[in-house]
């Protein structure tokens, strides 16, 4: 839930015909900073965000050269853009829901207001491999706990090609939008997505890597969201008071579920302190991402004595 709020600016800026699309994004990015925005869903400044509108909404890579950025735009992409920024600013709706379009390990995936924006750091872990946590040969299994748009199951099934991937998820929505994007990425037969509460349907199945980016956010943190989060399912964010509610029933069920070389990796944004201290006996290591990002742990050979007795 990093993000940042825009700053004021003033909007006497002469204006500028937006004619290509590096004055759309300029004008789009003086608009943002002079409204009360929060960039934390794909952008952390109003020029990225400006830029992941305008490109997004033209089929432009982000890594376009300058004679790109300086091409005619017609005047009905023109319209589009200014409709799409207007929209951003009066619904404060995350620009990925305005574009039906988000990204997560460099791929494309729909998304819509049944899921959350992907942002999580994993992303970079699995891009890695999960080194030095897991050997690839060793792979043959993986687990995705709360799937919502299915990336994170995507993006390891296409990092881990000799790979099965099953992808849980509570809400029949969420598996509705995760079905389209393994149609898009061409993998309906190898990631199975499953209806079920974390491990309910998942029987005696064991992985070699359990995943999960489950809801952490307390109860406090709920209540003062800025508005881009509340157009995100609440099911998919909130975790009660301190935010662990659903990673205690994680760590009472993984250990039945991973294979003795296997791993969890699992999301918690801030609530490190209170992991640690209701676990104090369970490894957790916590990583360093270069591309940003925390609250994120591995860990391996857990303390069932110490999870045990937290239940």
Sequence with gaps: MEGARAKPFDLLTPYIPLTTPRQLIDRAEQRFLASDLFFGHGAGNA????????????DLPFDLNREQLNGEVTETEQERIRKLVDE??????????LLNKAWFAGLPFYVDER???????????????????????EVTRILDLGTG???????????FPAAVVDATDISPDALEVARINCGRHD??????????????ALGDSRYDIIVCNPPYVTEGEMAALPAEYRHEPSLALAAGATGLDVVDRILADAHRHITPHGILVV???????????????????WLDFELGGEGVFVTFNMDVQDI????
């Design 47 to 58: 020029l990225d965000e400006a830029a992941y509108l305008v490109l997004g909404a033209l």
């Design 88 to 97: 951003r600013i009066s619904s404060r709706k995350p620009t990925a829901y």
């Design 115 to 137: 899921v959350l924006v992907p942002r999580s750091p994993i992303a970079e872990l699995i891009r890695d491999g999960f080194l030095p946590w897991i050997k690839a040969p």
């Design 149 to 159: 748009s299915g990336c994170i199951a995507i993006a390891c099934a296409l990092a």
């Design 187 to 200: 993998l309906g037969q190898r990631v199975n997505l499953v209806e079920a509460d974390l491990f309910s």
């Design 267 to 285: 999301e918690v944004g801030n609530g490190r302190t209170a992991l640690e201290a209701k676990y104090p006996r369970t490894p957790f290591t």
């Design 308 to 311: 045990q007795d937290k239940k």
